[in-house]
Structures are given as C-alpha cells and as structure tokens.
C-alpha cells in the first residue's frame, strides 16, 4: 500500500470486561444521562474467559466516524455512542485547555474509526454492552490523550458499563446531583482481595432476552411500586451490608444478599405491569437447586444471580467447585454428543454421593443447561500492548472484513 494512501493513523487496542451485579441496578430517574435510583454493586468476570477487544483509529483522512461490532458496520449516529464520543472529545478538549500537553491537540478534530468484538457469544445473553461500552470509552480515552475518572461517560453508554471500568468488586454510587456529576463507580476491593471466589456462568438458552433491560426498567419506573421501596427502603442498606460482606470475605452474607436481592429484582419485573418475566423453567430449577444444595449441607456455599434473562450465574468457593458443576451435570445431564460441557477454569472430576443426589429431589432435566463457563473475579480494562492484535488494518478498515 503506498505510503500516502491513508494519513498517519493514531491506533490503540483495549480489552474489557463483562461484571454481574449482586445489587441490581434496575430504574432510571434521568434516561438521557443515564442516572439510576439506585446504587448497585458488581463482581468484574475474568477476561481470560469473557471480554470485549476494541480497536479505535484515528486518521486526518477519515471522512466520518464508523464502527463495526462484531464483524459488522452499525449506525454511530445511536444517541448512547454519540454521548460517548462527544464527552470523550468534550474532555480532551477541556484538558488541553488546562493546559495537559498529554493532549494530541492535532487529532482532536479527527474522525474515528471503532471495530470491536466479543470473545463469547453475544448469544449466550452476557451483559455485552456493559463490556463493549466500558471498552470503547477506555479506548477513545487512550486514543484523545485523556485520563481519570471516565466511569461517568460509559455510564452515558450503559448503566452497568461504568462498573466494567474496575476490576473486583465495583460499587455505583447513585449520586444525587441533576447533572449526573456524582453518579461513578468506584473500586470496593480488588481482583485479588478474594481469590477463593468463583463465579460459574450457566448457560441456559440461546434465546435472545424477551425485553431489553433498558426499555423492561422503564416501565417498571412507571409502574411497580415495589421497585420504588426497593430503592428508597431495601438498597441502601443492602449496599452497606454487601459491601461489609466483601470486605470480611464473608461468604453467607455475600450469598445470601446476592440471591434475595436476584430475586426482588424478578419479583418487581412481576409487579411491572404488565409483567416481565425472564426466569424460565430452567432458572427456576437452578433456583431450587441451590437452595436443597445449601440446605444439605447446613451452610450456604453457592448463591445464583439472574439478570435481564434466564441464565444462572452461580457465586461459589473454590472448594465447592467440583462438586457443585458436578451436581449441575447430574440435574442438567448434558447432549452427550454436543460441544464442551465445561468452559473456562478447568475443574476436577468428581463422584457426587448417594446421600447427596438422594437429597435433591429434582426430575433431571436432560440439555436445560448448554453450557458452563468457570471463572472468577478479574481486572479492569488493560491496553494490548502488540500490535498484531489489532483489529483495524492500516487503512483504518475492519482486517477480516
Ligand atoms: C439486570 O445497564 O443494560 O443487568 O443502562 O439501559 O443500558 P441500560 O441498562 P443495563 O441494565 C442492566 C440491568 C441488570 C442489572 C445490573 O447489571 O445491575
């Protein structure tokens, strides 16, 4: 390609994470600025099993800003990626203005070019746009020279995007101000505060959710009364106790929060009018499961999560690992001609005992669950240092398109 054909480009790659909340965000008081009522508290998933790579250029000779999500080019004019762009060039404009020489003041008029993908399926129904909206505000901030706080403006791309921004366990405060200003995530310990933690993802169905999250909050802001005591009466002082529970390592107040805050959040899509459902049968056997898992044992060892659809996601310790995706097996026994039961970490294998399998009492349901990924807690948003890994060309186009 002759040298002159595309103007110098300014590329950067980055990679970020998917997190599950174990305080719910659910409910908007502000839509444009994306302000919720209620603050919420995540664990950031292993990047190793589950991320977002974005690849941002930026290039005098490009004509438009253009993005292309998983091998495919979407509309940049959607409002959510047009808030982040503004705030992101709003902010490099407003550091060189103060003075910040980090600030490539030539590339500030520049147009850019996004290519990002997901190394999971967006199918498998994970907050994708959590990690790909963290993703693409860490990796325009690299591009534009800005630093700081930036968990404010991936929140203008999705609310759970701006606990994607840390790694570990990530609280957002709610705030209180009309402008958004105070409404962050904040890091309550790191990855490596808990490294016993697991997190197991149990992919229930392919199905593409029946409600979107952000249109399912709306009309349970219009509607469910419920919700509005959740977040005046229940949150605020389940945020102190959860975030307590993390700093003691404390496993059966995490577990225990976590599961009754999963389920008031499903009890108030029920009290949405009308009503919303995104458990299935499947999640509501994993449910029952947990629940005569704990009992037999006397002890909560593992906790489940559900967001805006039907998979699982289990919270456990390393050493009921085994055993627990063994029971999975058991109840959800697996296509025996299908792909890998087992994503991710590896596992032992082990023999479940007569006395446990006799202790719950569940018909197996045969191919309820897909499959499983073992993970655990990891870090925020990384740059990738080589450049073989990214996911624009030299011309600034999409290289496997
Ligand atoms: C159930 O962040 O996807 O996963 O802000 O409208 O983009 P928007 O919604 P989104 O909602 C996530 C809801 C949830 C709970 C959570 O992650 O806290």
């Not at 593409?208 to 959740?230: A, D, I, N, W």
């Not at 082990?350 to 870090?379: F, H, R």
């Amino acid at each position: 390609m002759p040298e002159d054909s595309v103007d110098k480009l300014n590329m950067v790659t980055c990679t970020a994470p998917v997190n599950i909340a174990v305080i719910k965000y659910w409910g908007k008081r502000n839509e444009e600025l994306i302000l919720p009522i209620n603050s919420s508290l995540s664990v950031t998933l292993h990047q190793d099993q589950l991320k977002t790579t974005t690849t941002v250029a930026s290039s005098r000779s490009f004509q438009e800003d253009r993005i292309w999500l998983n091998g495919n080019e979407e509309d940049i004019s959607h409002p959510r990626l047009q808030s982040c762009l503004r705030e992101i060039r709003r902010l490099a404009r407003k550091r060189r203005s103060d003075g910040d020489p980090g600030v490539d003041v030539t590339g500030l008029s520049h147009k850019v070019h996004v290519c990002s993908v997901n190394n999971f399926p967006t199918a498998a129904g994970l907050a994708s746009s959590a990690a790909g909206f963290a993703c693409l505000v860490y990796t325009l901030a690299r591009v534009f020279g800005v630093e700081g706080e930036l968990s404010g403006i991936a929140r203008q791309g999705s609310g759970s995007a701006c606990r994607s921004m840390y790694g570990g366990f990530v609280q957002w405060i709610m705030g209180q101000r009309d402008d958004g200003k105070d409404s962050i995530a904040q890091q309550v310990a790191p990855e490596t505060h808990w490294p016993e933690l697991r997190v197991l993802v149990l992919v229930a169905s392919a199905e593409r959710k029946p409600v979107g999250s952000t249109s399912g909050m709306q009309t349970s802001v219009e509607t469910s009364r419920l919700l509005k005591h959740r977040a005046d009466s229940v949150v605020p002082g389940r945020m102190e106790e959860m975030v307590e529970a993390v700093h003691r390592k404390d496993f059966a107040t995490f577990a225990e929060l976590t599961m009754k805050d999963s389920n008031q959040f499903h009890a108030t899509c029920l009290d949405t009018y009308p009503p919303i459902f995104y458990l299935n049968n499947v999640s509501r056997q994993v449910i029952s499961l947990v629940h005569q898992y704990n009992r037999h044992y006397r002890d909560i060892r593992v906790a489940y999560t559900f967001d805006a659809g039907p998979n699982a996601v289990i919270y456990t310790l390393q050493e009921n690992v085994a055993e627990f995706v063994q029971v999975v097996r058991h109840f959800f026994p697996p296509e025996t001609n299908g792909g890998q039961f087992l994503k991710g970490l590896p596992v032992d294998c082990v023999d479940l005992s007569e006395e446990l399998k006799n202790a719950i009492s569940l018909a197996p349901m045969p191919k309820g669950i897909g499959y499983i990924i073992n993970t655990k807690a990891g870090p925020g948003p990384c740059v990738v240092e080589h450049p073989n890994q990214h996911l624009l060309g030299p011309d600034g186009l999409p290289k496997n398109a």
